[in-house]
């Protein structure tokens, strides 16, 4: 059971920045990929960024230069900076976990309950 604390959301200017913070805990898993995805009203929900357990980034192309990604791994948290914000950013944001069950050594995916960023014009 993976448990998640997110914040950062809320309403910004186009040209401006947030960052978000997502904080997982639970003890029958291993981290592995953590990261965050968002869904825009009426859409798919899609990837923003990931960051593995070893450092590696990985980037839609939408926000690739605007998004930073970044973990702490002593506090298993991963953060996303958004500089440049734009009307089309506009989205509930959601953590992502690629975790590793301890017990199984399965892969699951898990998402927390989202963060709605929304950017006014």
């Known amino acids: 059971q993976v448990h998640f604390v997110e914040s950062g959301g809320g309403l910004v200017q186009a040209g401006g920045s947030l960052r978000l913070s997502c904080a997982a805990s639970?003890?029958?898993?291993?981290?592995?990929?953590m990261g965050w995805y968002r869904q825009a009203p009426g859409k798919q929900r899609d990837l923003v960024a990931t960051?593995?357990?070893?450092?590696?980034?990985n980037y839609a192309d939408s926000v690739k230069g605007r998004f930073t990604i970044s973990r702490d791994y002593s506090k298993n948290t991963v953060n996303l900076q958004m500089n440049s914000l734009k009307p089309e950013d506009t989205a509930v944001y959601y953590c992502?976990?690629?975790?590793?069950?301890?017990?199984?050594?399965?892969?699951?995916?898990?998402w927390g309950q989202g963060t709605q960023v929304t950017v006014s014009s």
């Open positions: 992502y976990l690629r975790g590793v069950n301890r017990a199984t050594t399965t892969d699951f995916d898990s």
């Open positions: 639970g003890s029958t898993f291993m981290m592995n990929i």
């Open positions: 960051i593995s357990r070893g450092g590696s980034t």
